[in-house]
């Protein structure tokens, strides 16, 4: 089954992080096909996202490459969309 997975994960926050990997993870030993859904903030000053990158987001880089390819809103087709 196709999931799409609709949470916050792309965040310097090791909680939603944690818990994104970790449904996506049951989800994916399950038999089902995870990916996330790219809900990124378009309106955020684009001098604090860079700040924000370099500074706060590093140590979650390497982490974040453990979770599924996330998908746009609107290039998606699943069979559920969990919350």
Same mark, same amino acid.
């Given at each position: 089954? %196709? =999931? #799409?997975?609709?949470? #916050?994960? +792309?965040?310097?926050?090791?909680?939603? /992080?944690?818990?994104?990997?970790?449904l996506c993870k049951y989800l *994916? $030993?399950?038999? !089902?096909?995870?990916?996330? /859904?790219? /809900?990124?903030?378009? +309106?955020?000053? =684009?001098?604090?996202? %860079?700040?924000?990158?370099? *500074?706060? +987001?590093?140590?979650?880089? $390497?982490?974040? %490459?453990?979770?599924?390819?996330?998908v746009k809103i609107g290039e !998606? +087709?699943? $069979?559920?969309?969990? *919350?």
């Amino acid at each position: 089954m %196709k =999931i #799409i997975l609709a949470t #916050i994960w +792309n965040v310097a926050n090791y909680g939603a /992080l944690l818990q994104c990997y970790g449904l996506c993870k049951y989800l *994916t $030993d399950s038999g !089902h096909d995870v990916s996330l /859904l790219d /809900l990124s903030m378009s +309106n955020t000053n =684009i001098l604090l996202k %860079k700040l924000k990158s370099v *500074t706060i +987001n590093r140590p979650f880089e $390497d982490f974040k %490459k453990k979770l599924p390819k996330p998908v746009k809103i609107g290039e !998606h +087709n699943a $069979d559920i969309y969990i *919350t």
